[in-house]
């Protein structure tokens, strides 16, 4: 799977192209490496939320660190056209961690302001530089074929990062901050809060 690096300041870059997996070279501003990046930079979002120090009765880092290694795979796959590496058992395992965490939170009744402590902080930080990350891979899907399995794995990043944020919060005793809806203009009372997609 394409070439190791021994070295990183190789100057091939200058003029505004970049390497793929396969040899191949693209422009800097090529949809694929926009996912690659957005991919890459989630990545080491997780890699923060890790270093604060999350509390090891929650039994997290492990599985963080394997989420890790799942986006390493995917911006493997993606840096290689036609390349697939993320397995669909990955977004399955996101599926039962996301029910185990969503066990001991209450019912959601308005939209909540990211925040609280540190990690929750950092965790809402990643659900949206993972949504940012779903919609380049989106937009590279539309005109180059990538992996079902990809999307599908960010998408249910996200909305793992969001249930995270709450369980940190809530294990650290910080009271969620909600949208206060009586602040909001006339009319705002139209928004709705529904499921995450």
């Known amino acids: 799977m394409g070439h190791?690096?021994?070295a990183i300041a190789t100057r091939?870059?200058?003029a505004g192209t970049t390497g793929l997996g396969d040899g191949s070279r693209v422009s800097k501003t090529d949809p694929r490496v926009n996912a690659m990046g957005d991919v890459d930079e989630l990545n080491s979002a997780v890699g923060m939320l890790i270093a604060f120090g999350l509390p090891p009765e929650l039994g997290v880092d492990a599985q963080l660190i394997d989420v890790q290694q799942d986006l390493l795979d995917l911006g493997g796959e993606l840096s290689i056209p036609g390349y697939t590496l993320l397995k669909p058992e990955r977004v399955a395992a996101l599926d039962a961690w996301l029910a185990t965490l969503n066990v001991s939170l209450p019912r959601l009744q308005e939209f909540v302001r990211p925040g609280g402590t540190i990690p929750a902080g950092q965790a809402h930080m990643c659900r949206t530089i993972c949504r940012r990350a779903e919609r380049s891979?989106?937009?590279l899907a539309e005109v180059q074929a990538v992996s079902h399995t990809g999307r599908q794995y960010l998408n249910r990043l996200s909305d793992l990062m969001?249930?995270?944020a709450r369980v940190l919060n809530q294990h650290a005793g910080q009271a969620e901050s909600m949208?206060?809806?009586?602040?909001?203009?006339?009319?705002?009372?139209l928004l709705t809060l529904s499921t995450a997609s």
Not at 179 to 189: F, I, K
Request: aromatic residues 8%; charged residues 20%.
């Open 4 to 6: 190791r690096l021994s």
């Open 12 to 14: 091939t870059g200058d």
């Open 137 to 139: 891979v989106i937009a």
């Open 162 to 164: 969001f249930v995270l």
């Open 179 to 189: 949208w206060n809806r009586e602040r909001t203009p006339q009319g705002g009372g």
